[in-house]
């Protein structure tokens, strides 16, 4: 049999829903595109009301097609009773915890249970075929607990992997041909907490960074709260870590990070401005706004504050009320209010980027090929930074190439390859 899987939503669901291609293809399924499939598979997210609604479109899309349709991932997760009630044509559900039984689930040997999300490992990925990139999952679940989040609900409470495992994981990617290494959980400066580890993070980087080879590692999703001096120090100075920081910093008004639940508060987001500017650090963060109690003074003083900051990139998202969560009771702003914020916000967004990537013409950037023709600098983590293209190149994924960046173009940089030398960074 023939089934496709479609991914919806973060990296996290990227990792899961390569745990069941794994688990697929040990039991003899065919893993092919989604119009040749007797069988879709509709990984999605539930995180935010746009990821719910492009998730139900998607499951209305391929039940259309007469194919046998399952559903796995947080939306289910979270609306189980509703979603079975109003999709009664869906052939299957596949909660976070179990997609180790995916197969079972699609023969009709196992018809699935609600179960909190698994902590993989290595043993869950042998039947992957090589990647030049990969995403390694460190832990499982949040205790941040901010106002906004339905995250907890969905995926429980932090559950960290042990360092060896992680580590072990590490080294079977990079045996399979990764040259990246992306760390990825809810909030990945909170690694090791549940351990009793602490500066958990740092202790897992020093410990991936004494593996042999060519690689880069990154790590995504760090709370400002959780950012140290010398955990920065570590990846400005490693070998292998990128000089590139992924911090979701939300706000910077005090009062709308107290609204918020965000631990740290206006403190901790300048203190890791201050530091990956001391260190040379390329920053990327994500702004909410529109959160209640956000007043026009606080929007302008994050307006302000980004104007003043500059980051590398940025991403915005407008608030969206979910069910369960502590700011879901509180007194909204008008939703015209919300998209206008978001639009001005948005707008310096697209400014700021370009002119971030004009700064990059004349450079020479080392640069992990992704596809033939195009592939990422330090500072372009995967589907959200944009790309290298390389003019003239034809090269096979995994490939290192020094780039002499020439153009832009919207996210994107264009260039031409010099030779294969092995600059770090750039």
């Not at 001096?229 to 005090?254: D, K």
Request: charged share 25%.
């Amino acid at each position: 049999m023939k089934v496709a899987i479609v991914t919806l939503g973060c990296p996290k669901n990227e990792v899961d829903s390569m745990v069941m291609c794994s688990q697929l293809v040990e039991s003899g399924w065919d893993i092919v595109e989604p119009e040749e499939a007797d069988v879709v598979i509709i990984n999605t997210c539930g995180f935010i009301q746009d990821a719910k609604e492009e998730a139900i479109d998607t499951i209305l899309e391929f039940l259309d097609t007469g194919k046998k349709v399952f559903v796995a991932g947080c939306l289910y997760q979270r609306y189980a009773d509703e979603l079975k009630k109003e999709l009664p044509k869906v052939a299957g559900w596949i909660s976070l915890g179990d997609i180790r039984d995916v197969a079972s689930i699609l023969e009709g040997n196992f018809s699935g249970c609600l179960r909190k999300a698994v902590l993989p490992s290595k043993e869950d990925f042998q039947s992957i075929a090589p990647v030049s990139f990969a995403y390694v999952k460190i832990s499982e679940g949040c205790n941040n607990r901010c106002n906004y989040c339905a995250i907890p609900n969905i995926r429980g409470s932090l559950r960290s992997r042990s360092v060896d495992d992680v580590v072990d994981e590490v080294k079977f990617w990079l045996d399979r041909g990764a040259k990246e290494i992306i760390l990825i959980s809810q909030d990945t400066t909170s690694y090791g907490k549940d351990l009793g580890i602490k500066a958990g993070l740092l202790k897992l980087l020093e410990e991936i960074d004494k593996i042999p080879g060519d690689y880069w590692v990154r790590v995504l999703y760090m709370h400002p709260a959780g950012i140290t001096r010398e955990l920065l120090e570590f990846m400005a100075f490693s070998s292998r870590v990128v000089n590139y920081v992924e911090s979701p910093f939300q706000h910077v008004s005090e009062k709308v990070l107290k609204i918020m639940g965000r631990k740290g508060g206006r403190d901790a987001v300048e203190r890791v401005v201050q530091w990956c500017q001391d260190l040379g650090l390329f920053l990327r963060t994500t702004f909410l706004v529109g959160h209640p109690g956000e007043s026009e003074k606080n929007f302008e003083m994050l307006v302000n504050f980004v104007k003043d900051i500059r980051p590398w990139r940025f991403s915005v998202f407008g608030y969206s009320p979910e069910e369960g969560t502590a700011s879901y009771e509180m007194e909204a702003l008008e939703e015209e209010v919300v998209k206008e914020r978001v639009s001005v916000l948005t707008e310096l967004q697209d400014r700021i980027i370009t002119e971030n990537n004009w700064d990059l013409v004349g450079k020479k950037l080392r640069v992990l090929m992704n596809v033939e023709n195009a592939g990422r600098a330090f500072c372009q983590a995967p589907d959200i930074d944009g790309m290298v293209f390389v003019e003239g190149c034809n090269t096979e994924p995994g490939q290192w190439l020094e780039v002499n960046i020439s153009e832009v173009v919207g996210v994107d940089l264009i260039g031409t390859a010099t030779d294969k030398s092995s600059l770090h960074q750039g």
